[in-house]
């Protein structure tokens, strides 16, 4: 794994939820300034200096952040050209904008039965365009194995995936 540095002025966490991101930023990266960012009231343990409420596509941001950071939320993003346009605004030159995000393999058996799953675009062109440069990229694929459909739903039902529009059946 390639290593950044961990001291930095400000920081955007965006899509903050119960803070399991946000626990790993307060414990491992030196900051000044921290902006959290979600759909729903601040859940976290932590106060940061500024909380955001509201999708990250219509909230105003502030500029000139030296890191913007995100876990598993991007897939929800309908349109990614408005996201990485605005984040590319908001952060300062040489700053660093890093995130996870689900392949398009994901959940694809559930897809390929179902007929209901998300679109996952190729974001390296949209990212590119947008004036940002790929400094890291790792990819991993895992495949779950679960002993019945209970522990699948139930398993869906953590990662924040509503199954309510899903009709099981043999």
Request: some cysteine; aromatic content about 14%; overall charge negative.
């Amino acid at each position: 794994v390639k290593n950044f540095e961990n001291d930095f002025n400000k920081i955007l966490e965006i899509g903050a939820g119960t803070g399991f991101l946000t626990d790993e930023i307060y414990k491992k990266i030196k900051f000044n300034e921290i902006t959290l960012n979600d759909l729903t009231d601040n859940f976290t343990n932590h106060s940061p200096n500024f909380y955001l409420k509201g999708d990250i596509l219509e909230v105003d941001l502030q500029n000139n952040y030296d890191l913007i950071l995100s876990n598993a939320v991007f897939q929800w993003i309908e349109d990614f050209d408005k996201l990485f346009s605005k984040l590319h605004s908001s952060i300062k030159k040489g700053g660093i904008c890093s995130f996870t995000y689900f392949g398009c393999q994901n959940f694809s058996q559930i897809k390929d039965i179902t007929g209901i799953g998300l679109s996952y675009p190729n974001l390296d062109e949209i990212i590119k365009k947008q004036g940002f440069e790929i400094l890291y990229f790792e990819e991993e694929l895992k495949t779950l194995y679960f002993e019945n459909i209970k522990e699948l739903l139930h398993h869906i039902k953590l990662t924040g995936v509503k199954t309510k529009n899903l009709s099981w059946t043999k």
